[in-house]
């Protein structure tokens, strides 16, 4: 049968079939996560720091004070939120700042809080103007005025919420307005995992998976993880499936170097995008400096996606150089992918300055 042809019912079937695949990957993510403090792995700072916050604010019969975390993408900001809800014994309601654009939003939220809920608010840095504005009283006096009417007649009625908590998470903190961060009464910068805590991390979730593994192939994930627990996780279910099809299910450091070859993961965590970045950097443009735009159309992705993606690992691995004239190469770059830098260095091929951003 031609579905083309006939019906529209072969994209609805693929639609289904993606929908499933992600709401499995979902699942998996939700019984890996740690369900209170002394199961979290790692940030032993910030968990040192936030029990006492919470363990007073229980003493107190209190609602917990409004909790800020920044940190990189996949570090746990949002376990964490759900750990405060747990350890306080109270419901959470997600959502996000990109899903708040009106103050009506906001306070359609807000004002279906129970008493002692906690609030997660994630990409807090996204959120529009006015209902940044509307939260501030919200945090602060646990108020909001609704505007009703509009121009000379219009009427701003208060309206009292319960008391709450808001646990804010962000990958940008310096893009939040001061007021808005002096409202939260703890803030906490999630850290990079080290290979150790990476490893205790992989364990884990090998125990929860019901998946063999030696230590050796542990330290072999936890190596290619990029510090990121949930890299990490995922890079353990590829090395499982490679595992259950190509061995006998047991992973170690042969059958994990192996998987993540063949999902294009090299030793120090690279990935294709990475290193796509990285050969064009060095072969078209001679290590630089060379303007992002330049650099993102010459691998086939957008601005913001080499910027947000693959810039910030390859800065933090040294391969990468952010300069006033545009990105730069550095040797460890040129010795990672085997390439001999140009005479003089970056540059020396006489197309330095000629790339903008």
Same mark, same amino acid.
């Given at each position: ?20 695949? $992600? ?250 995008? $990475? ?36 810039? =910030? ?32 260095? =970056? ?11």
């Amino acid at each position: 049968m031609n579905w083309d042809e006939t019906t529209d019912a072969a994209p609805d079937t693929e639609r289904l079939v993606g929908a499933s695949a $992600d709401h499995e990957d979902q699942a998996v993510e939700a019984a890996l996560r740690p369900k209170d403090l002394g199961e979290f792995i790692g940030q032993e700072k910030v968990r040192e720091q936030l029990d006492l916050v919470l363990r007073a604010a229980r003493a107190r019969g209190a609602t917990a004070d409004h909790v800020l975390l920044s940190g990189a993408p996949g570090l746990g900001k949002t376990t964490l939120s759900m750990i405060i809800a747990a350890e306080m014994g109270a419901p959470i309601r997600i959502t996000s700042g990109p899903a708040i654009q009106h103050a009506g939003d906001l306070a359609a939220i807000l004002s279906s809080l129970q008493e002692g809920e906690v609030l997660f608010l994630d990409e807090i840095h996204r959120m529009s103007r006015p209902a940044e504005e509307m939260l501030y009283m919200a945090m602060e006096d646990f108020r909001v005025d609704v505007i009703v009417g509009k121009g000379p007649g219009a009427t701003a009625i208060p309206l009292e919420l319960p008391p709450f908590t808001l646990v804010g998470a962000t990958t940008r903190a310096g893009l939040l307005p001061p007021p808005l961060r002096d409202r939260f009464g703890f803030t906490a910068h999630m850290e990079f995992y080290e290979p150790p805590e990476l490893e205790r991390v992989i364990h884990r979730s090998a125990n929860l998976l019901d998946v063999e593994i030696d230590t050796d192939g542990a330290v072999e994930i936890s190596g290619r993880s990029r510090g990121t627990p949930r890299i990490a996780n995922r890079l353990l279910r590829r090395v499982r499936d490679y595992a259950q099809v190509k061995a006998d299910g047991h992973i170690d450091r042969d059958i994990a170097a192996a998987a993540l070859a063949v999902y294009e993961v090299d030793a120090r965590g690279l990935d294709r995008l $990475d290193r796509a970045v990285l050969e064009a950097l060095l072969k078209l443009f001679g290590g630089g400096p060379v303007g992002l735009s330049t650099l993102a159309v010459a691998v086939g992705e957008e601005r913001e996606t080499v910027e947000e993606v693959a810039e =910030p690992f390859l800065v933090r691995e040294g391969l990468l150089a952010r300069t006033p004239r545009g990105r730069v190469a550095t040797p460890a770059a040129w010795a990672h992918l085997g390439l001999a830098p140009p005479q003089g260095g =970056p540059g020396a091929t006489g197309q330095q300055g000629l790339f903008g951003a």
